[in-house]
């Protein structure tokens, strides 16, 4: 995984990683397929002294059906699933906080919910502009409580931002394979390259 992306897993996950897709059991083998062949084109056109600028759109069945195939998410990550919508997207994920944190300790009282396994919504706002991805993380849920931002911040500090400097609740990096512009749409992602 591209360091700096976690975050922006809930947009671009789907252009941000490489690897072979294989569908599993239960996943329609022709979506399996199309993501597959739209990869491997954005990740040729990206080597080329001049890409073709003609849009790419990963639909959000395509989207999840990738991260479904097996491709390997951050730790403690075990699960997730996209919701796109102008301009928003909403990562419904399964988190095993323990794995997450190992290593880490923190005698924190506020940092004490972030333990066990446990179903987090974060709905972020997010675009890619200029070569560069921006995202803004407008709310996190666990188990369907809303967690203020300040212990958010405190956790990102604490957990995310020594594995992946540039995680933040707003963050900013350079997308990969010369992708300039990326636009969340209803039920879709669609990217350019330059």
């Known amino acids: 995984?591209?360091?700096?992306?976690?975050?922006?897993?809930?947009?671009?996950?789907?252009?941000?990683?490489?690897?072979?897709?294989?569908?599993?059991?239960?996943?329609?083998?022709?979506?399996?397929?199309?993501?597959?062949?739209?990869?491997q084109h954005v990740e040729?056109?990206?080597?080329?002294?001049?890409p073709d600028p003609s849009p790419?759109?990963?639909?959000?069945?395509?989207?999840?059906?990738?991260?479904?195939?097996?491709?390997?998410?951050?730790t403690g990550l075990q699960s997730v699933r996209f919701q796109e919508q102008p301009g928003i997207a909403t990562a419904n994920t399964r988190v095993d906080f323990d794995r997450l944190k190992a290593e880490t300790n923190s005698s924190n009282p506020l940092l004490s919910i972030f333990?066990?396994?446990?179903?987090?919504?974060?709905?972020?706002?997010g675009h890619g502009a200029g070569g560069k991805g921006f995202v803004q993380v407008d709310s996190v849920s666990l188990d369907?409580?809303?967690?203020?931002?300040?212990?958010?911040?405190?956790?990102?500090?604490k957990y995310l931002r020594p594995k992946y400097p540039q995680v933040g609740l707003d963050s900013q990096f350079a997308l990969p394979d010369r992708i300039d512009t990326a636009v969340v749409g209803t039920n879709k992602l669609t990217i350019t390259q330059k």
């Open 56 to 74: 790419t759109t990963f639909t959000e069945q395509e989207i999840n059906t990738y991260l479904a195939s097996g491709v390997e998410l951050p």
């Open 144 to 157: 369907g409580v809303q967690i203020p931002r300040f212990v958010l911040q405190l956790f990102v500090d």
């Open 115 to 125: 333990t066990g396994i446990h179903d987090i919504v974060v709905v972020a706002h």
């Open 44 to 50: 040729s056109n990206g080597k080329l002294a001049q």
């Open 1 to 39: 995984m591209k360091s700096g992306k976690i975050l922006f897993l809930a947009i671009t996950s789907v252009i941000a990683f490489t690897s072979n897709l294989q569908p599993t059991s239960g996943q329609n083998p022709a979506v399996a397929v199309s993501i597959k062949q739209k990869l």
